[in-house]
């Protein structure tokens, strides 16, 4: 290594903690536009996959107060969610990071596969880091295309006609707000995860925190 | 050496609390028009208007999309469904050269346009209907609209409901005067005798129980738009 680099650069604390916020204020406006109309299906045919047809969401986990202040909410902060995840792109691109970081399924299926053993308690030895083993590019990636789609499942909800090849991708208007709504429960899900993984290493938050210690 | 460093981790948390107490405090949900909430609408609109494409049309629906019968909701902000005043026309003015009214029948004469699309609701539901009548457009035509009223205003007798659009909108091939729905009139429930239908606006938008329609210099509000909802409302 020519230079001495910390396990987590500046760039990607940046991206990281902005996250947290934007990530909450979005989820919550987005429940509160959710609360006007809580069921999933166009008028006349709810999907029968959703389990919660009719049911609210719970007025704690919203934000916005009513319909028209979720949305400037959402549609406000959007854009700052969108410019950090196109900031940690071009980063990820720029550094050259992206081998080290993101999953490549050739190189990393097996360990990934591995690691989870380990987890499960199928498996003895403990998974390498360096930086991350199989099983965290593959949720630190999964994690990024979930973000990407549900960015694009949004774009659809806002604009779906002037959109509408982005909305043919998605087969339509209301099934683009169930991949909407699905993917935010699949981000709630990362996040429990997440932080249990972190409290079960403390010492990667200390790394998201400072940088951690530079290697030679 | 770590004084210094703590204490340049104590501005620096400092500068975020700063920022976001700044941030939250510029943002009220009830008076979503103004502080950092209101100039992200502002972009947002901008952002709107550029994106919208005049020659982009919403996509025709199969006829196995439209919503069943019953199921296409009803909206009015009366208590009771508006019914139309006896010798009901439409009044047309603002800057046009030849102001006037004009009855069911006459608007029935000029070019009719139909289609079937879907409606998209700012609650964020959807449905679909065929809607028939004749485009806004061919009415500023007919009338004589100043190409310098770049707005368009539509009134009601829906206890006073009414809305503003921007004029590349309100003149999209697809915007227009419905007086039919699913190959019928138009029903009361749905705006009868004549209410405004388009492929490009939120529902909020499409006024229902049309009185006047005016070709206006400048923007004026809306019902909603004046409690808070957003102006342009695109979809």
Not at chain 1, 199 to 206: D, E, F, N, V
Request: aromatic share 12%.
């Amino acid at each position: 290594m020519p230079h001495a680099r910390r396990p987590q650069p500046g760039p990607v604390r940046l991206a990281h903690w902005a996250n947290v916020p934007l990530l909450a204020l979005l989820a919550m406006s987005g429940l509160q536009i959710l609360t006007a109309y809580p069921m999933m299906g166009p008028q006349g045919a709810p999907y029968g996959v959703y389990p919660f047809q009719g049911t609210p969401p719970p007025e704690w986990a919203r934000l916005g107060a009513w319909l028209a202040g979720g949305r400037h909410w959402h549609f406000a902060f959007g854009w700052f969610f969108v410019l950090n995840g196109v900031f940690y792109v071009a980063w990820l691109v720029g550094s050259g990071e992206w081998r080290r970081r993101l999953f490549l399924p050739r190189r990393d299926a097996r360990d990934a596969l591995h690691t989870a053993a380990y987890y499960l308690r199928l498996r003895k030895e403990a998974p390498r880091q360096e930086p991350y083993n199989g099983l965290q590019r593959f949720a630190y990636t999964g994690v990024l295309m979930l973000a990407i789609l549900e960015v694009l499942s949004g774009l659809v909800l806002y604009k779906p006609v002037q959109l509408h090849a982005l909305t043919s991708l998605f087969g339509g208007y209301d099934p683009a707000r169930l991949v909407h709504l699905g993917i935010l429960a699949l981000l709630a899900l990362f996040t429990v995860g997440h932080v249990v993984m972190v409290a079960l290493h403390p010492r990667t938050l200390g790394e998201m925190v400072t940088g951690g210690r530079r290697h030679e | 050496m770590s004084d210094t460093r703590d204490r340049r981790l104590l501005t620096r948390r400092a500068w975020l609390l700063g920022t976001a107490a700044v941030t939250l405090g510029a943002c009220d949900s009830s008076r979503p028009r103004q502080g950092f909430l209101g100039a992200m609408e502002r972009f947002n609109q901008r952002f709107q208007s550029a994106l919208f494409d005049p020659e982009q049309l919403a996509p025709e629906e199969p006829a196995e999309a439209l919503t069943r019968p019953g199921a296409f909701p009803q909206y009015f902000i009366s208590d009771r469904v508006p019914l139309a005043p006896a010798g009901w026309a439409l009044q047309v003015g603002g800057r046009v050269a030849r102001p006037g009214v004009l009855s069911l029948e006459e608007l029935r004469r000029m070019p009719r346009t139909d289609y079937r699309i879907r409606h998209h609701c700012v609650e964020g539901w959807s449905a679909v209907a065929s809607w028939h009548g004749v485009r806004v457009s061919e009415l500023a035509k007919l009338v004589g609209a100043d190409p310098r009223a770049r707005f368009v205003e539509f009134r009601s007798f829906d206890a006073g409901y009414y809305s503003s659009w921007d004029g590349p909108s309100a003149f999209h091939p697809q915007t227009i005067l419905a007086y039919g729905m699913n190959g019928e009139p138009l029903p009361p429930e749905h705006g009868a005798p004549l209410r405004l239908y388009s492929g490009v606006k939120l529902g909020y938008k499409m006024v229902k129980y049309l009185t006047a329609v005016n070709f206006l210099p400048e923007p004026t509000g809306g019902y909603w738009e004046d409690r808070g909802y957003e102006w342009f409302a695109g979809v």
